[in-house]
Structures are given as C-alpha cells and as structure tokens.
C-alpha cells in the first residue's frame, strides 16, 4: 500500500472489533482510523477513541450518550440506529470493516456500498439476508467487498489466479464445536456454559452458540453462495477439530487448494485490510511439526439440524434465508437467557421457515419487514 488507508470500524468493542485495532496497532503508519462504533460498551470505546483518536463514534445505547460526550469533547458522538446508519454512509474513508454481529449489520453494509466505500466484511449475516441486493450494489456502484470470515478468507486466497471454470467445490471446515463428538440423546441436557465452551476460537456469545449448533456453518454455505457464485451442490462442508485447515478449494483435475493457518481472526483481518499484500506480522506462527496431525470427518446431519435448515434456505432462496437467519437470532438469545433448551433452537428456526409468507424476490423493504416478523415470534 502506497498511502495511509482511513478506516472505520463497525462494531469496535467486539471481537473482530477488537482484534481489527490489534492490526491498526501493528501497522501505524498505514491505517487511521476514522469512525468507531459500539451497541453498549461505553467505557471501552472511550478508551479506544482516546488512543485512535477519531473523527467520530457512535454508541447504540442512546443512554450512554452524554457520558461519552463528556469523556470525548473533541469527537464527534452520535447515537442509536440512526447514528449507526448515518455514519455508515459516509464516503470519506477507504474501507469499512463490519464486525456487528448479527441482521443489525445488514443495513450499514448496504450503506457503506452506496457510498461506494469498500467494505471488509465479518457481519455474514448482511450476505445470508441480502445477498443478491448486495452483490447487484456492488456492481453498480463499483464497490469490493473482502471477506473477514476465516473460511472465505480462505477461499479467497485460494483462488487467487485461478479460473472459476476450473472449480470443481469449495470445502468449508469447522471445527466441529463442543459437541462434535457428544451423542444426540445427550443434547436435551446441553446447558449454555457447555455451548459457550469452544475448544478452539474465543469469540461472542452469539457466534460461539451458533458454532456449537453448526448454524455458522450453514451460514457459511449461504455467504459463499453470495461471495464465490457457486451452487449450493458445489458448497460443501468437513469437520476439522484442530481449525488450521481454514477452508480448501477442490479443482476439475482433482487438486486441492487449502489455506492453513492459527485459528486467530487477526490474520484474515489484517489480509482484508491489506489487500493485495501479506504484510510481515508478529503473530503467533504455525508450526506443523508442533501441531502433528490434521484430522477431518463428514458432519452429522442427523444431529447438527442446523446445517440442514440452512441448505434447505439456500435451494429455496427468497424470503427463507432471512428467516432463517433472524429465527435463529431469536432461537440463540433466548437459549442464552435461559428461556429454550439447546435442541429448540433448530425447531424454531423450522417452524418460522415454515410458517411465514414466502416472497420469491424481497426487496430491502420485504427484508426488514421479515426480520421484525422474525424477531416477533415464539
């Protein structure tokens, strides 16, 4: 990179947040950050904006406004979803990064790309939901969008050079979560500290319960659906235990491409970032010989419904992949407040699938309008 790239960051307190301003951090003189946001975690932001000094945040909890304010004199302070989606439509900076978890990061996605701002994207929801208004705003506004996920990340790389004609299926890994190897009969008596118990990643509660059902994976499917312009049939998934094997690329003469590296989002981050380069890092290095062996296996269908569900969505398009994606939104969070057991999430997420009224082409309109219908059911 030959100039200083200005960056705003989405989602700032999170994980990807966070480990995004470890990368700035590396590399100071080629990042400034310009915009941070946060949903609720007013102090870390304060203290984030008081050493990358931006131009301005944004805090989602509108109660937290004036304390913010006053810690920040100099920083210009918005608040709530408005803040949220107006500061994610401006068009001075070079890229965003999206880390919101969750349907809330569609629409600042959307609003990053009609600016014409290129965006780092970790929210896979915003694909999962809008995939096809995206990728049609992509190109008319003549926009990129590279992706933070380690497993399309991967993808991304391997293919590098390569001719999508060639491309016989992407392989999407997973670790498998905690309970790869529990037997079925077992899941009724999973309790939320065991789901947020994963053996590889550190990452939000969310992401953590939907590693644990496989939902991430089935959202994977669909995101590189969007990402790649491959069929579903050409989609596929293997469990992988160690997570150094991020995702692999399978090619007409029976090659394979693979993507190896530490199960660390810095490194995805850092190349979304610094596309097209591989800046030197001083991150944790792999080390083969340490790691020993590699291991994969077919999922379990029969016990992670979930991925199921979620290639059911993709080959009925439409309206179901938003349902899909809000009703496990509402499944996850209701798991972690103690209200639902583990095995009632997927049988929510399938009875909104079932139940609400199918569009075959959603506009955004259609899309929020199913993510608040969604969001209302039981």
Same mark, same amino acid.
């Given at each position: 990179?030959?100039?200083?790239?200005?960056?705003?960051?989405?989602?700032?307190?999170?994980?990807?947040? +966070? %480990?995004?301003?470890? +990368?700035?951090?590396?590399?100071?003189?080629?990042?400034?950050?310009?915009?941070?946001?946060?949903? &609720? *975690? #007013?102090?870390?932001?304060?203290?984030?904006?008081?050493?990358?000094?931006?131009?301005?945040?944004?805090?989602?909890?509108?109660?937290?406004?004036?304390?913010? *304010?006053?810690?920040?004199?100099?920083?210009?302070?918005?608040?709530?979803?408005?803040?949220?989606?107006? @500061?994610?439509?401006?068009?001075?900076?070079? =890229?965003? @990064?999206?880390?919101? +978890?969750?349907?809330?990061?569609?629409?600042?996605?959307?609003? #990053?790309?009609?600016?014409?701002?290129? +965006?780092?994207? $970790? %929210?896979?929801?915003?694909?999962?939901?809008?995939?096809?208004?995206? %990728?049609?705003?992509?190109?008319?506004?003549?926009?990129?969008?590279?992706?933070?996920? $380690?497993?399309?990340?991967?993808?991304?790389?391997?293919?590098?050079?390569?001719?999508?004609?060639?491309?016989?299926?992407?392989?999407?890994?997973? $670790?498998?979560?905690?309970?790869?190897?529990?037997?079925?009969? #077992?899941?009724?008596?999973?309790?939320?500290? *065991?789901?947020?118990?994963?053996?590889?990643? &550190?990452?939000?509660?969310?992401?953590?319960?939907?590693?644990? !059902?496989?939902?991430?994976?089935?959202?994977?499917?669909?995101?590189?659906?969007?990402?790649?312009? /491959?069929?579903?049939?050409? =989609?596929?998934?293997?469990?992988?235990?160690?997570?150094?094997?991020?995702?692999?690329?399978?090619?007409?003469?029976?090659?394979?491409?693979?993507?190896?590296?530490?199960?660390?989002?810095?490194?995805?981050?850092?190349?979304?970032? &610094?596309?097209?380069?591989?800046?030197? *890092?001083?991150?944790?290095?792999?080390?083969?010989?340490?790691?020993? $062996? /590699? !291991?994969?296996?077919?999922?379990?269908?029969?016990?992670?419904?979930? =991925?199921?569900?979620?290639?059911?969505?993709?080959?009925?398009?439409?309206?179901?992949?938003?349902? @899909?994606?809000?009703?496990?939104?509402?499944?996850?969070?209701?798991?972690?407040?103690?209200? =639902?057991?583990?095995?009632?999430?997927?049988?929510?997420?399938?009875?909104?699938?079932?139940?609400?009224?199918?569009?075959?082409?959603?506009?955004?309109?259609?899309?929020?309008? @199913?993510?608040?219908?969604?969001? #209302? &059911?039981?």
């Amino acid at each position: 990179m030959d100039k200083t790239r200005h960056l705003s960051i989405l989602g700032s307190t999170g994980s990807i947040g +966070v %480990n995004a301003l470890n +990368v700035v951090r590396s590399f100071p003189d080629h990042f400034k950050i310009k915009y941070l946001t946060a949903q &609720t *975690q #007013s102090d870390l932001l304060i203290d984030q904006a008081r050493e990358f000094k931006p131009k301005a945040v944004v805090i989602g909890d509108e109660s937290k406004c004036s304390d913010i *304010q006053g810690a920040l004199p100099e920083v210009e302070v918005l608040a709530g979803r408005h803040g949220l989606l107006e @500061l994610s439509g401006r068009d001075d900076i070079d =890229i965003v @990064l999206n880390g919101i +978890v969750g349907s809330a990061g569609m629409e600042p996605t959307i609003k #990053s790309i009609q600016a014409g701002v290129d +965006v780092a994207l $970790s %929210n896979k929801e915003s694909l999962v939901m809008a995939g096809g208004l995206i %990728n049609a705003l992509l190109e008319e506004k003549n926009v990129k969008l590279f992706p933070v996920d $380690s497993e399309h990340s991967a993808i991304w790389q391997c293919l590098v050079g390569e001719d999508p004609a060639d491309i016989k299926r992407l392989i999407i890994t997973g $670790s498998g979560g905690p309970f790869r190897s529990m037997k079925k009969e #077992s899941f009724q008596d999973i309790t939320v500290e *065991q789901a947020l118990n994963h053996p590889n990643w &550190t990452m939000g509660r969310k992401i953590t319960i939907d590693s644990a !059902t496989m939902m991430n994976k089935g959202l994977e499917v669909i995101e590189a659906y969007w990402l790649f312009n /491959l069929p579903e049939e050409k =989609i596929d998934i293997v469990i992988h235990p160690q997570s150094i094997v991020h995702s692999m690329v399978e090619f007409q003469d029976g090659s394979v491409k693979a993507q190896l590296g530490l199960p660390d989002m810095k490194i995805p981050i850092q190349y979304a970032l &610094t596309y097209p380069k591989h800046f030197p *890092q001083a991150w944790e290095q792999l080390d083969l010989a340490k790691i020993s $062996s /590699l !291991t994969f296996e077919a999922p379990d269908l029969d016990k992670f419904v979930c =991925i199921r569900l979620a290639y059911d969505a993709l080959r009925a398009g439409g309206s179901m992949p938003v349902v @899909l994606n809000v009703a496990n939104e509402v499944a996850v969070h209701r798991f972690l407040d103690g209200e =639902i057991g583990f095995t009632a999430i997927p049988e929510h997420i399938e009875k909104a699938m079932n139940t609400h009224d199918f569009i075959q082409n959603p506009d955004l309109d259609d899309i929020l309008a @199913l993510e608040t219908w969604a969001k #209302s &059911t039981r």
